[in-house]
């Protein structure tokens, strides 16, 4: 068992059963730039509000999650409102993203900088990325304190530099601090129609 799956078991153990997850800002706020059809994937999904926002918008869908206790949760409300939602138990460490696979990709309010390049390799050409996450330069009583989960300046738009920006957000303490979208960036960025896959890359 992951070292940590205890600990978000017990979160979703406690978490009210009313009500619905609601979707990430960056889906809520760009959600004209999904497909009409299509596969989609929540990743780190949670109890799967993105999920299910993009299930209900007719997307097949896959929601990855360590904790059984979300994952079970999450597979009750597919099957009550009859979604197209594939819920699974998943260690994302252990099991690598099949490459190519998915037209759209959520990641919200988690951060493992070693998945990054995956979650691109995992976008279909003019597949969209969906990310939003904790930044650094934010409220310390807001969000995680470890900076290993945390954005530094820029790196959301820098690593995923091979995508193509179509939305991005990271307003950190400039300005009027009361206002805005403030404590995480977002990013909607798109795989180029000719990019390049990286099994091609490797069989050169
Ligand atoms: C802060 S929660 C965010 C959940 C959801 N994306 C949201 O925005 O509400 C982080 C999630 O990452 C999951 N997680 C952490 N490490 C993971 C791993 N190695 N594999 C799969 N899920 C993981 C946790 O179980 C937890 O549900």
Redesign the pocket.
Same mark, same amino acid.
């Given at each position: 068992m992951?070292p /940590?799956?205890d +600990?978000?078991?017990g /979160?979703?153990g406690k978490a009210s059963a009313n009500g619905r997850?609601?979707? #990430?800002l960056v889906l809520k706020q760009y959600d004209y730039l999904l497909p009409g059809q299509g596969r989609a994937l &929540?990743? #780190?999904?949670?109890?799967?509000?993105?999920a299910l926002f993009l299930a209900e918008r007719g997307l097949s869908t896959t929601a990855?999650?360590? *904790?059984a206790v #979300?994952i079970a949760r999450l597979r009750q409300v597919a099957a009550d409102d009859q979604l197209d939602l594939v819920c699974e138990? %998943? &260690?994302? !460490? +252990? !099991?690598p993203m099949p490459q190519s696979s998915f037209d759209v990709v959520?990641? *919200? %309010?988690?951060l &493992?900088r070693n998945m990054n390049r995956s979650l691109a390799a995992a976008l279909r050409p003019g597949g969209l990325l969906y990310f939003?996450?904790f930044v650094a330069d934010k409220d310390p009583a807001i969000g995680?304190v470890n900076s290993a989960y945390l954005l530094r300046e820029n790196e959301l738009a820098s690593t995923f530099e091979d995508l193509i920006l179509r939305a991005y957000c990271e307003a950190g303490q400039t300005g009027d601090r009361a206002r805005g979208f403030r404590n995480e960036a977002l990013l909607v960025g798109q795989k180029p129609l000719n990019a390049v896959e990286q099994d091609d890359v490797e069989k050169r």
């Amino acid at each position: 068992m992951h070292p /940590i799956q205890d +600990k978000w078991d017990g /979160i979703y153990g406690k978490a009210s059963a009313n009500g619905r997850p609601e979707p #990430a800002l960056v889906l809520k706020q760009y959600d004209y730039l999904l497909p009409g059809q299509g596969r989609a994937l &929540d990743l #780190a999904c949670g109890l799967g509000g993105n999920a299910l926002f993009l299930a209900e918008r007719g997307l097949s869908t896959t929601a990855w999650d360590l *904790s059984a206790v #979300a994952i079970a949760r999450l597979r009750q409300v597919a099957a009550d409102d009859q979604l197209d939602l594939v819920c699974e138990v %998943r &260690d994302l !460490e +252990k !099991e690598p993203m099949p490459q190519s696979s998915f037209d759209v990709v959520v990641v *919200s %309010r988690f951060l &493992d900088r070693n998945m990054n390049r995956s979650l691109a390799a995992a976008l279909r050409p003019g597949g969209l990325l969906y990310f939003q996450t904790f930044v650094a330069d934010k409220d310390p009583a807001i969000g995680p304190v470890n900076s290993a989960y945390l954005l530094r300046e820029n790196e959301l738009a820098s690593t995923f530099e091979d995508l193509i920006l179509r939305a991005y957000c990271e307003a950190g303490q400039t300005g009027d601090r009361a206002r805005g979208f403030r404590n995480e960036a977002l990013l909607v960025g798109q795989k180029p129609l000719n990019a390049v896959e990286q099994d091609d890359v490797e069989k050169r």
